[in-house]
């Protein structure tokens, strides 16, 4: 599987922004996806998971009741809106595939995209 994160940009404290992360191959729908982000000096942090179908959603505490995952197993494409984005949100955020289950540590994945950044003026 090969993933293409793309959507960032710079954006002010407050403004929303939708991340998306295309794969190729036709088991994409077989993979649970992940959103981890990584700023300067600081480990990636897993953001957010979906299961392969859709139905389970995991979120850091950080970002819960702001960022929203989905999923578009016809499209292969994974998604994260961002809304009220914060400046400490700022980071370089990559999708993940893992052919298990949605896990928190980057280990878990076995496929990753090339990062989008996202930065959040104050």
């Known amino acids: 599987v090969q993933l293409q994160a793309f959507g960032g940009g710079l954006v002010q404290a407050g403004d929303s922004l939708r991340l998306s992360c295309a794969a190729s191959?036709?088991?994409?729908?077989?993979?649970?996806m992940g959103w981890f982000r990584q700023a300067p000096g600081k480990e990636r942090e897993f953001v957010a998971g979906?299961?392969?179908?859709?139905?389970?959603?995991y979120y850091a505490d950080s970002v819960k009741g702001r960022f929203t995952i989905s999923r578009d197993n016809a499209k292969n494409t994974v998604y994260l809106q961002m809304n009220s984005l914060k400046p400490e949100d700022t980071a370089v955020y990559y999708c993940?595939?893992?052919?298990?289950?949605?896990?928190?540590?980057?280990?878990?994945?076995?496929?990753w995209g090339q990062g989008t950044q996202v930065t959040v003026s104050s």
């Open positions: 979906i299961s392969w179908s859709g139905s389970s959603t």
């Open positions: 993940a595939a893992s052919s298990v289950v949605v896990t928190t540590t980057p280990g878990g994945y076995k496929y």
């Open positions: 191959g036709r088991t994409f729908s077989s993979y649970a």
